[in-house]
């Protein structure tokens, strides 16, 4: 039932003159789920979400919000509610006139427009705040405006665009819990834009990687961790970055000899075709650390980095891998130690496409 | 592809939006092209039929306008020198510090900008016969619209010298300059450009002085293009082909310094003006 | 003594310096000769005691001769009209063009710079070329308006009691148009975009958006431009010696102009000052406003 798709993309493509910044995206999102687009900058993220708003036009593709047709309608008619990473807070109006504005605008009664006020700002946690201008708030306090001004209207999708870049790593940690929290309250649809895939894999429903204007995986923020597609989503979700070594298949097809002197074969999960040239991926956090006599990577300690909870292991020399430790350890740097990973865990990937195998 | 022709008709109205405005710019290089008759057909041509390109020499020789050009230029110059010496000091101090005595000084520069030349003549003329300086009309003129021109320019390169980071300063003074070094060794050459641009814009308005030079200098050997022109403009006059001619080649040269620096003029006015 | 001179190079000498001897002349220039146009409004000025200070002191006697003149009144309202209708024609244009230089195409920042030529040429030259644009029978103006339909007869804008002082406002607002543009221009680049993105997101059309987010967000912009155009109005003389000279019959004349003539033409300095006085004060009440618009900056 198409009115269960609170957001259908289909074929959409974005020009800047001659720079195709959008291509074929297609995209659906159903009513109540939270959507994070990730990728690096100029990955076409924020042109989409501002597509989505009408703010930027589409060249082609159709797009429909609550079943209909948005691609020529004005951003004012799209009953979408949008937050941006400046919070974009009326300087001249304090917060109940802010977050009334949309109400003003309707001409709604000025009884209606008290009990929504004192609704949303209950939620948001503002009830004390109503009378003072942004410039007098805090971050945390502009950024909660920013959303109570969208959550006032009720709109058919809520879009984020970076709203937690400009704040402090705690409260950003804190932000992601109250938003989140807020979204399920609500019942909304969301679709959210960050570049940091922390957020997007903590916050998220369903995730959404692009690069150079293209999805290259949408899925479960754990599905995309347990099953890149492609190298370069594998290196993007995650923290810290899965080490990729060159490799070539066994002569049976089940193992992996790496490339890089002084490291061994690793088995992994199916069969691939001899001699063929790939990348294996290596999560920091499933290479364990045994003993050197059986592990099938020895590697030469440079860096140990503790910081009380985990420990980061970076070889040293050519060989670039980081492994992650639980808890504290006792290898000091110039050590040696071997690793190994279990089958299932090691990523391979076509070493010209990137594709996963 | 929209976009393309939206930005093509945009440029087309913005164009025709300046040269409606311009118009009587072109109105005053056409007239002054046109014949003594010309000029009184109706309707007025608005190109002229026969061109009379020998009508600048022969107004530059009439009114003797090598004289009166160079008078400007002396005002004008002398002007923006003493302008330039007095203000760009101030400008520095008033931009370096932010206490009580800075506001006040600000305050009272900004209001002494205000006042009109023809309100100010007559104390200025008076006092100026009193000490005997109208022996010296030119000298006189120039203190004069110094002193209108000055609050101006201090405001305009204040804002210069704010965007040149006092750290600079500090990290001279760290290597071992004094001040004065500091000042004229790291400050003043970044400073540089937008103190040229405001001197300019201050040689551009005292080469156009009217009511001072007017009202101070009775010689008329020393008078300059704007009183030139003045009195050219009798009450009844008519030859309009040779005034519009006298104003071409008086304005010209102010014309074109300003196509050249047109957006550092522009960036300057605005960075400075609404402060 | 050394430490006067080390504190001339290094430290608050040095400032001090720089500071108060442009200040010192200044004051010399600009302040005194006010106090001093006071003083002489107080006094009996005539062609031989102008040499010296001394004058007779005749308390009020100028200002009431002035007040009680018949042109005194007439005079004062044409300069209102002048400035209310120069200040609004400037700022209505001006504004429609800063509006349009909004809108974000190639070329748009140096078509815009272009219309400052009106504010850097000679005011003589600009009162010049629009003498002869004004011109009764042979000005081009008159040409314009007959071919638009707007008039049927000439107007002689320089000669008719009723046109004169409106053909020297025509002429001040074109001279004027190009710096209140480009100031209004200034501040609305002033107002971050993503406000309109925001409003339009909650339903605002392009004109509620101009009302509610715009005007606001200018109003001390709109303060600045407004008091600064009300003192260049008031400084305005060029045009006025260039165009009608004030007359016919004082029909186009204005009290700054007219303090010069009281000045420079019938050699009554004692009324040029008594005027200047007047008008002055005028224009100080204008720039306090002016100064204080400015401080009051609403920044997000």
């Known amino acids: 039932m198409s009115a269960e798709k609170q957001i259908e993309l289909v074929g959409i493509n974005k020009h800047y003159g001659s720079f195709h910044a959008l291509k074929d995206i297609n995209l659906t999102i159903p009513k109540g789920q939270f959507v994070a687009l990730v990728g690096p900058s100029g990955c076409g993220k924020s042109t989409l979400l501002r597509s989505l708003a009408g703010l930027e036009s589409i060249s082609g593709g159709t797009m429909k919000i609550g079943g209909e047709v948005m691609n020529d309608v004005p951003p004012r008619k799209r009953d979408v509610a949008m937050v941006f990473q400046s919070y974009a807070l009326y300087p001249h109006m304090t917060v109940e006139q802010n977050l009334t504005y949309s109400l003003r605008l309707k001409r709604v009664s000025k009884e209606e427009m008290k009990r929504a006020t004192e609704e949303v700002a209950k939620t948001i946690g503002l009830s004390q705040l109503l009378h003072r201008y942004p410039r007098e708030l805090s971050g945390g306090q502009r950024q909660r405006v920013a959303m109570g001004r969208a959550i006032i209207r009720h709109p058919k999708a809520f879009l984020f665009d970076e709203p937690l870049s400009n704040l402090d790593a705690a409260l950003r940690v804190h932000m992601r819990k109250e938003i989140r929290a807020l979204h399920d309250r609500l019942g909304a649809t969301s679709v959210y834009v960050t570049h940091d895939q922390i957020e997007a894999m903590t916050m998220a429903d369903h995730v959404v990687v692009m690069r150079d204007g293209v999805i290259e995986q949408q899925g479960s923020p754990l599905e995309l961790y347990d099953r890149p597609a492609t190298k370069f989503v594998a290196g993007f979700i995650g923290s810290p970055a899965m080490n990729f070594l060159p490799a070539t298949i066994g002569p049976d097809g089940r193992s992996v000899h790496l490339d890089a002197d002084g490291l061994g074969n690793l088995f992994i999960k199916g069969v691939q075709d001899p001699g063929r040239k790939v990348i294996v991926g290596l999560r920091p956090e499933h290479l364990e650390v045994g003993p050197i006599s059986t592990a099938a990577i020895t590697l030469p300690i440079g860096v140990v980095e503790s910081t009380g909870s985990v420990t980061y292991l970076t070889g040293s020399g050519d060989v670039d891998l980081t492994v992650v430790v639980t808890g504290r350890s006792d290898i000091r740097p110039g050590a040696h130690v071997g690793l190994s990973i279990a089958p299932e865990r090691v990523h391979v990937f076509d070493a010209e496409t990137g594709q996963a195998l | 592809m929209t976009e393309k022709w939206t930005n093509r008709i945009l440029l087309l109205v913005a164009l025709a939006l300046a040269a409606l405005y311009l118009f009587p710019l072109y109105w005053m290089y056409v007239t002054s092209l046109k014949t003594g008759s010309e000029i009184f057909a109706t309707p007025p041509g608005m190109v002229p039929t026969n061109p009379q390109w020998g009508v600048f020499a022969y107004v530059w020789e009439l009114r003797g306008m090598g004289r009166f050009l160079w008078n400007s230029a002396i005002i004008a110059s002398g002007t923006m020198a003493l302008t330039a010496i007095l203000g760009t000091g101030c400008a520095y101090v008033l931009a370096r510090y932010r206490n009580i005595w800075i506001d006040v000084a600000l305050f009272l520069v900004l209001m002494l900008q205000v006042l009109p030349a023809s309100l100010m003549i007559t104390p200025l003329f008076v006092g100026f016969s009193q000490f005997g300086l109208l022996n010296h009309p030119q000298l006189a003129v120039i203190l004069a619209v110094t002193a209108k021109v000055m609050p101006f320019f201090v405001v305009l390169v204040r804002a210069t010298f704010m965007s040149v980071p006092g750290e600079l300063e500090e990290a001279a003074l760290v290597d071992g300059n004094s001040r004065i070094g500091a000042f004229w060794f790291i400050v003043l050459p970044l400073a540089r450009n937008g103190i040229l641009v405001s001197a300019i814009l201050i040689f551009m308005q005292a080469f156009g002085e009217f009511v001072y030079s007017k009202s101070i200098i009775q010689a008329v050997e020393l008078q300059p293009a704007s009183v030139g022109l003045n009195a050219f403009m009798g009450p009844n006059t008519t030859e309009w082909n040779n005034i519009m001619a006298y104003a071409t080649i008086y304005v010209t040269p102010i014309l074109a310094i300003f196509v050249i620096l047109q957006r550092r003029i522009v960036s300057g006015l605005t960075s400075g003006a609404l402060k | ?300």
């Open chain 3, 1 to 300: 003594m050394n430490r006067l001179l080390s504190g001339l190079r290094d430290g608050k000498g040095f400032d001090i310096v720089l500071v108060t001897v442009p200040l010192l002349f200044l004051f010399a220039l600009s302040g005194l000769p006010l106090i001093y146009n006071v003083v002489m409004s107080f006094q009996e000025v005539d062609m031989f005691s102008l040499g010296t200070f001394a004058r007779p002191w005749v308390g009020f006697n100028n200002y009431i001769a002035v007040f009680s003149q018949p042109e005194t009144w007439p005079i004062m309202r044409n300069t209102l009209v002048f400035v209310v209708v120069s200040i609004a024609g400037q700022f209505a244009i001006g504004f429609g063009l800063a509006l349009f230089f909004t809108l974000k195409f190639p070329g748009a920042s140096y078509i815009r710079g272009l219309f400052l030529a009106s504010w850097v040429m000679p005011g003589l030259v600009v009162g010049a070329i629009w003498n002869w644009i004004l011109a009764g029978d042979f000005g081009v103006l008159n040409y314009i308006l007959k071919s638009l339909g707007i008039i049927s007869e000439n107007i002689f804008w320089r000669s008719d009691t009723a046109w004169s002082l409106w053909g020297v406002v025509i002429a001040n607002i074109w001279n004027g148009v190009a710096f209140n543009m480009i100031l209004l221009a200034v501040g609305l680049a002033g107002i971050p975009r993503d406000l309109y993105e925001a409003a339009a997101l909650d339903g605002a059309t392009a004109w509620q958006r101009f009302w509610t987010i715009t005007l606001p967000m200018m109003r001390s912009t709109i303060g600045a431009v407004i008091s600064l155009g009300l003192i260049f109005t008031l400084q305005q003389f060029d045009l006025f010696a260039a165009i009608t000279s004030g007359g016919p019959a004082n029909s186009s004349n204005v009290a700054q102009y007219w303090a010069w003539e009281q000045s420079f033409r019938q050699y009554d300095f004692a009324k040029g000052s008594t005027i200047s006085v007047v008008m002055i004060a005028v224009v100080l009440v204008a720039s306090i406003i002016y100064v204080r618009s400015t401080r009051h900056e609403v920044r997000g």
